[in-house]
Nanobody, 117 residues
Framework: QVQLVESGGGLVHAGGSLRLSCATS????????MGWYRQGPGKQRELVAL???????NYADSVKGRFTISGDNTKNTVVLQMNSLKPEDTAVYYC???????????WGKGTLVTVSS
């Protein structure tokens, strides 16, 4: 079972930046897909960014050009760098992993990002 722990959320003014980290219990080499989702107030959970192992990153249109997802294999960590934040980016951000070994999806508990106008 893959365990995911997010960190880095907080309160920031519009136009600011935050860096979210997701620490995994296993080597990210062993995980087929890692990514970030978010759920805003009164909204459904939505994709933010995906990082397939050996594949091309995928971003939601709403964050393209502002957010960057990357993996640090030495630390078993996936990072979401968020720049030019907007109030509509306010949400709980969840780390996601899909394991090819177990054919299961895993979720972190989430970290809150609040962007003030």
């Amino acid at each position: 079972q893959v365990q995911l722990v997010e960190s880095g959320g907080g309160l920031v003014h519009a136009g600011g930046s935050l860096r979210l980290s997701c620490a995994t219990s296993e080597s990210i080499f062993s995980i087929a897909i890692m990514g970030w989702y978010r759920q805003g107030p009164g909204k459904q959970r939505e994709l933010v960014a995906l990082l397939p192992r050996g594949g091309t990153t995928n971003y939601a249109d709403s964050v393209k050009g502002r957010f960057t997802i990357s993996g640090d294999n030495t630390k078993n960590t996936v990072v979401l760098q968020m720049n030019s934040l907007k109030p509509e980016d306010t949400a709980v951000y969840y780390c996601y992993a899909y394991s090819a070994a177990t054919h299961m999806s895993y979720w972190g508990k989430g970290t809150l990002v609040t962007v003030s106008s």
